[in-house]
């Protein structure tokens, strides 16, 4: 009776027999015309202590106790062990060169040289960046519907991995100003926005979901956009993560259209910042620009940047609420694949020896 108290606390099923017949065709069948033999050796004519009580047995109090070696929960990866002890940004790591230069971020280096080389240009050379716009701005301002081009160009520009959406926008300030020209950006971004929302909404799920197994990273960011709703889509809007990566990943966790459409919405005041810079940009080119302008420049600077941090600190600090959940369940995962290939095993191995006798 102690035996078969021990098997229950296993949560095995209780059952009138402790073992299992295999039959030729390798398939375990429970034989319920066996009875329970707290002592075999005495019906069977060997010692049961020293293996199975038949080759052609399975002994369910052995895999009881195997059961019992694999309940504990694994210990952490060195890499979630280091997740754990970090925050979801290791401030400690991007202190040493090692970590910003990596063979793996190859493109992202080029892409950062070409962004910097064209910010560059536009500072030194605006004057005349504007004077060879201004044919192309004159004619845009008299044809009509004219705005529809740039618009066109943005929702062309809102897949990723294309970039110059900035531009294109700086563009528009400097060709119909300040309101207008943040009406053409307004609607071009929001339906590039939805089109893309839409597009990847069944796309490119096997991968994520890889990349949800593996990256950690992604995995808090994807847990956080499934649980927060709107007030997560309205913050990572407002961060500084990419608007295009961010709504791919919406997307691919299934947020509602709706949510996504208002956080979106709500978030477009962002592109007039870019609009302002085109407008700016005018007027320092044609001599316009008062001290006021340039005051109301680094003011909007200022505060966008601000709202931009304030977000992104919102958004990491949910990341490290539940990367302990995820990695736990990380931990649970690798568990339930070592019983069950324990288990598959064990039978594997008796079917083996019964085919061999």
């Not at 192309?136 to 618009?151: E, Q, R």
């Not at 947020?255 to 979106?264: G, Q």
Request: aromatic letters at 10%; one cysteine or more; hydrophobic letters at 45%.
């Amino acid at each position: 009776m102690a035996a078969n108290s021990s098997v229950s606390k296993l949560d095995l099923p209780v059952l009138d027999e402790t073992r299992v017949e295999l039959q030729p065709s390798n398939k375990a069948i429970i034989e319920p015309s066996l009875v329970y033999e707290p002592h075999p050796r005495r019906r069977h004519g060997h010692d049961a202590t020293m293996g199975s009580v038949s080759e052609n047995y399975i002994d369910l109090r052995a895999m009881a106790n195997n059961r019992a070696s694999l309940a504990r929960t694994p210990s952490p990866t060195p890499s979630e062990h280091l997740a754990l002890t970090t925050g979801a940004i290791d401030w400690k790591a991007m202190r040493s060169w090692r970590f910003w230069i990596r063979k793996e971020w190859f493109w992202y280096y080029v892409l950062a040289i070409v962004l910097g080389g064209v910010a560059a240009v536009i500072a030194i050379k605006r004057v005349a960046i504007i004077h060879f716009l201004a044919p192309a701005t004159d004619w845009m301002k008299k044809t009509p519907a004219a705005w529809l081009i740039p618009i066109a160009i943005l929702i062309v520009l809102s897949y990723p991995p294309l970039f110059g959406h900035e531009i294109v926008a700086m563009v528009c300030g400097v060709t119909w100003g300040l309101w207008i020209g943040f009406g053409v950006v307004a609607a071009g971004t929001l339906i590039g926005e939805i089109a893309t929302f839409y597009s990847f909404q069944h796309c490119c799920s096997a991968r994520a979901r890889k990349a949800e197994r593996s990256t950690i990273s992604y995995a808090c960011f994807a847990r956080i956009i499934r649980q927060g709703g709107f007030k997560v889509a309205l913050m990572i809007r407002l961060s500084v993560v990419p608007p295009h990566f961010a709504t791919v990943v919406f997307a691919i966790c299934q947020m509602n259209i709706f949510v996504f459409i208002l956080a979106a919405f709500l978030t477009l005041p962002k592109q007039m910042v870019l609009v302002y810079f085109g407008v700016a940009l005018s007027q320092s080119a044609t001599g316009e620009e008062t001290p006021s302008s340039k005051r109301i420049t680094g003011a909007v600077v200022a505060v966008g940047t601000l709202i931009g941090s304030a977000a992104m600190y919102y958004v990491v600090k949910q990341m490290n609420k539940v990367k302990p959940e995820i990695i736990y369940e990380r931990r649970k995962e690798r568990q339930q694949k070592m019983q069950r290939m324990s288990i598959s095993q064990r039978i594997s191995n008796v079917g083996q020896r019964n085919s061999q006798a």
